[in-house]
């Protein structure tokens, strides 16, 4: 049974730092494109970062991009996703995905496999 587990979130002042982590289990995900999501009370869930097969392309909101750096080690099968400069409207669950195509998306709707989500609370 494939799980995800997502880890490294918290509560951090703004302008802080903070790295999620993504381990995978249950079948190996080398070939298979990864992606962080994020979703604020009220709101949709929202594309945050993804990354290929192989870390050679990556892909960014633009609320974050130059903030945040998506990575991954396959031999962990583990994604990361590290936050800085963090601002009080990146407050959200955060959630990592796995698609079962190797090339990066930005649509809820193109992953296949979730994790539970963990929070990141960011104050002013």
């Known amino acids: 049974q494939v799980q995800l587990v997502e880890s490294g979130g918290g509560l951090v002042q703004a302008g802080g730092s903070l790295r999620l982590s993504c381990a995978a289990s249950?079948?190996?995900?080398?070939?298979?494109?990864m992606g962080w999501f994020r979703q604020a009370p009220g709101k949709e869930r929202e594309f945050v970062a993804a990354?290929?097969?192989?870390?050679?392309?990556?892909k960014y909101a633009d609320s974050v991009k130059g903030r945040f750096t998506v990575s991954r080690d396959s031999a962990k099968n583990t994604v990361y996703l590290q936050m800085n400069s963090l601002k009080p409207e990146d407050t959200a669950v955060y959630y990592c995905?796995?698609?079962?195509?190797?090339?990066?998306?930005?649509?809820?709707?193109?992953?296949?496999?979730w994790g539970q989500g963990t929070q990141v609370t960011v104050s002013s």
């Open positions: 995905a796995v698609r079962y195509y190797s090339t990066t998306a930005s649509r809820p709707d193109e992953y296949n496999y």
């Open positions: 249950g079948r190996t995900f080398s070939t298979n494109a």
């Open positions: 990354i290929n097969w192989n870390g050679g392309i990556t």
